[in-house]
């Protein structure tokens, strides 16, 4: 499965963004979907998982209450609503896909990956 993540940019502290990232070449409601993020001298660090449906979802304590993963399968694409943004959380963003993730919150579960999507949030 191909994937495309669009939707970074710049933005002030307390600002929103929303990140999108399309997927071609298999049945996307087969696929699990997760966001990552990564700093500058940083691991990349999970954000975000949904699962085939959309039923459930996962969140870092660091983004709860604050972003929200969504998904259509119609349309081939997740979402991540960042809202409240601070400058901590500034990082390349990545959406990855799997069939079966055995975690969720692990990136080495993802078999698919898309390109970044920078995201800078100015205090």
């Known amino acids: 499965v191909q994937l495309q993540a669009s939707g970074g940019g710049l933005v002030q502290a307390g600002g929103s963004l929303r990140l999108s990232c399309a997927a071609s070449?298999?049945?996307?409601?087969?696929?699990?979907m997760g966001w990552f993020r990564q700093a500058p001298g940083n691991e990349r660090e999970f954000v975000a998982a949904?699962?085939?449906?959309?039923?459930?979802?996962y969140y870092a304590d660091s983004v709860k209450g604050r972003f929200t993963i969504s998904r259509d399968n119609a349309k081939n694409t997740v979402y991540l609503q960042m809202n409240s943004l601070k400058p901590e959380d500034t990082a390349d963003y990545y959406c990855?896909?799997?069939?079966?993730?055995?975690?969720?919150?692990?990136?080495?579960?993802?078999?698919?990956w898309g390109q970044g999507t920078q995201v800078t949030v100015s205090s």
């Open positions: 990855a896909a799997d069939q079966r993730p055995r975690n969720t919150r692990t990136a080495h579960e993802y078999l698919y």
């Open positions: 070449g298999r049945t996307f409601s087969n696929y699990y």
């Open positions: 949904i699962s085939w449906s959309g039923s459930n979802t």
